[in-house]
């Protein structure tokens, strides 16, 4: 009976001890040890736009507050904004459904030679040149036009012979495309497509 009661005095003051918390271990000159920090909580998730089928995000997930991809502000085109830039000549232009002109485009004939056009964007006049040469008939078919800002033009016109407008004009029904490289773009539907001299 004596023997067991220092096993059972034993007992409960591990039992004391495991309920309290532990303090910090002393070290020298009267410093603690640095208890461990707290795991860092995970940062959130940001949500990301899917890729479209081309491989850019599309910009209709994507943050509506983006200057880059907003539709580019396409302006109707006064005279001076080409007659000085542009080689005067054979060329085209797109009127929009509204009756205004938005990109007006010159070419040689020559199919060696490549066409040069403009369009105003934002209260500036952009200089385009085609990728490819082709003359004016590469330019009457509808022809992409870019520069090295990154703004490109793309007229998509109806097929077939067009219908005449006096004795040197031709036109067709057309769509014109002005978009950024890797930001919005804009389209403007049932215009008009118009080449001669």
Do not use: H
Not at 47 to 76: S, Y
Not at 120 to 145: C, H, M, N, T
């Amino acid at each position: 009976m004596l023997r067991t009661l220092p096993l059972l005095a034993l007992a409960l003051a591990l039992a004391a001890c495991a309920e309290r918390p532990v303090a910090p271990l002393p070290v020298e000159n009267g410093a603690t040890l640095p208890q461990a920090a707290a795991p860092p909580a995970p940062a959130p998730e940001q949500p990301v736009a899917p890729a479209a089928a081309g491989g850019r995000p599309d910009p209709a997930l994507a943050n509506e507050t983006d200057p880059a991809l907003q539709p580019p502000e396409v302006q109707p085109l006064a005279r001076a904004d080409f007659e000085e830039r542009i080689d005067s000549g054979l060329g085209c232009s797109f009127e929009s459904a509204e009756g205004d002109t938005l990109l007006v485009a010159t070419a040689p004939v020559s199919p060696g030679a490549g066409a040069q056009g403009v369009i105003k964007i934002g209260g500036k006049v952009e200089l385009l040149r085609a990728g490819q040469p082709g003359g004016y008939a590469a330019l009457a078919a509808g022809q992409s036009l870019s520069n090295e800002t990154g703004w490109s033009a793309f007229v998509r016109r109806a097929a077939g012979q067009g219908q005449a407008q006096g004795t040197e004009t031709t036109s067709w029904s057309a769509s014109l495309i002005v978009s950024m490289e890797g930001g919005g773009s804009v389209t403007f539907k049932n215009g008009r497509w118009s080449c001669g001299a």
